[in-house]
């Protein structure tokens, strides 16, 4: 059972050892990148936003005058 035990507990071991190993290898973006993205996808959000909220009241409108509501 002993037996048992360590090898779970190295595998654990390995798991996280290999984990920290892989997380060294990216290329993690600089602040300015991080905040540059941010703001594109935020505006892209935003405009995306309005044009589907005026496509909804668009097909709203003509749904209510074809229906006669």
Known sequence: ???KDK???NAIQAY???TVGEL???AWPS???VTQLTGIVLAVMFVMGIILGVT???AREILNLV???
Do not use: I, T
């Open 67 to 69: 229906l006669g509501f």
């Open 31 to 33: 602040r300015r990148e």
């Open 1 to 3: 059972m002993a037996e």
């Open 16 to 18: 996280f050892r290999e």
């Open 7 to 9: 090898k779970k507990q």
């Open 56 to 58: 909804d009241g668009g």
């Open 24 to 26: 060294r290898k990216v």
